[in-house]
T-cell receptor, first 114, second 112 residues
Framework: SAVISQKPSRDICQRGTSLTIQCQVD?????MFWYRQQPGQSLTLIAT?????????ESGFVIDKFPISRPNLTFSTLTVSNMSPEDSSIYLC???????????FGQGTRLTVV | GENVEQHPSTLSVQEGDSAVIKCTYS??????FPWYKQELGKRPQLIID?????GEKKDQRIAVTLNKTAKHFSLHITETQPEDSAVYFC???????????FGSGTRLQVQP
């Protein structure tokens, strides 16, 4: 199993600003995932963060808007840049799942952009 | 990439009744199919999963069935209780991205 600590748990931000979300895992993992969950919607993969290489972004998500860092095997950050109200969502980091193992999630960051 | 469709979007049952949620997937290479329960304001929690070499798996009141030929899998909850009320997501492993692709979710309401 994996325990994931994610912070902040929520924030209210002004449009045009940026927010960095941190995710700490209690064990070393090769891949970390960042998902977005818009209000009342499902989880959509933003990007895969690999240690030592550039993150891989899904269609519709770009590095300039969602820069990701992965400095080591237990930590990652996602920045939501130049925010607009449309960025109001829950952002979740995750490990596992793709290789046939259980996926674990951070508690999520509820972002409101005003 | 993988595409997962989930039905129904909402489901209301009486306490004690059974609930069934169905999902289909598109990538025949997908080999892992978990189900997650998400309560309001909380992170998704795994409730049961199945791998492609198994047709059915049961854990107390919860069961999952998988039909690889038809590329669909289903969640069955028997003897539903009010605490089963939540949003349920199916997912499939995407062997290319090595991440999960989620269905659209089912809001289950168990009426006492």
């Amino acid at each position: 199993s994996a325990v994931i600590s994610q912070k902040p748990s929520r924030d209210i931000c002004q449009r045009g600003t940026s927010l960095t979300i941190q995710c700490q895992v209690d064990s070393q993992v090769t891949m970390m995932f960042w998902y977005r969950q818009q209000p009342g919607q499902s989880l959509t993969l933003i990007a895969t963060a690999n240690q030592g290489s550039e993150a891989t972004y899904e269609s519709g998500f770009v590095i300039d808007k969602f820069p990701i860092s992965r400095p080591n095997l237990t930590f990652s950050t996602l920045t939501v840049s130049n925010m607009s109200p449309e960025d109001s969502s829950i952002y979740l980091c995750s490990v596992g799942g793709g290789g046939g193992t259980e996926a674990f999630f951070g508690q999520g960051t509820r972002l409101t952009v005003v | 990439g993988e595409n997962v469709e989930q039905h129904p979007s909402t489901l209301s049952v009486q306490e004690g009744d059974s609930a069934v949620i169905k999902c289909t997937y598109s990538d025949s290479a997908s080999n892992y199919f978990p189900w997650y329960k998400q309560e309001l304001g909380k992170r998704p929690q795994l409730i049961i999963d199945i791998r492609s070499n198994v047709g059915e798996k049961k854990d107390q009141r919860i069961a999952v069935t998988l039909n690889k030929t038809a590329k669909h899998f289903s969640l069955h909850i028997t003897e539903t209780q009010p605490e089963d009320s939540a949003v349920y997501f199916c997912a499939a492993s995407d062997t290319g991205r090595r991440a999960l692709t989620f269905g659209s979710g089912t809001r289950l309401q168990v009426q006492p």
